[in-house]
């Protein structure tokens, strides 16, 4: 079975930075791509960056030029810098991971149970 875990959530003060890793274990063939996602209260659960196997990325235009997504494939981990940390950045982030179990399976999707992260004005 595999499973996501996140870290590296934190209460931080506006313009602040936190590093969220999410590492990856379980019986795992390949890593297509790693995305992070964060959800604030009442709010939808939304994209926040992307990051492919190509090291092709993608970012939410609220965060582009603070927030850095990168990976390591010798780990099976993902992770995100965040600097200049502001209060509308406050949620619980979420790691997803597009992931082969086998050589000839279909990619599935996994997330992991998120991670909190509050800034305070």
């Known amino acids: 079975q595999v499973q996501l875990v996140e870290s590296g959530g934190d209460l931080v003060q506006a313009g602040g930075s936190l590093r969220l890793s999410c590492a990856a274990s379980?019986?795992?063939?390949?890593?297509?791509?790693w995305g992070w996602y964060r959800q604030a209260p009442g709010k939808q659960r939304d994209l926040v960056a992307t990051?492919?196997?190509?090291?092709?990325?993608l970012y939410a235009d609220s965060v582009k030029g603070r927030f850095t997504i990168s990976r390591d494939s010798a780990k099976n981990a993902v992770y995100l810098q965040m600097n200049d940390l502001k209060p509308d950045d406050t949620a619980v982030y979420y790691c997803?991971?597009?992931?082969?179990?086998?050589?000839?399976?279909?990619?599935?999707?996994?997330w992991g149970r998120g991670t909190q992260v509050t800034v305070s004005s």
């Open positions: 990051i492919s196997n190509g090291d092709n990325t």
């Open positions: 997803n991971a597009d992931i082969k179990l086998r050589a000839r399976d279909p990619v599935f999707r996994f």
């Open positions: 379980g019986s795992i063939f390949s890593i297509n791509a």
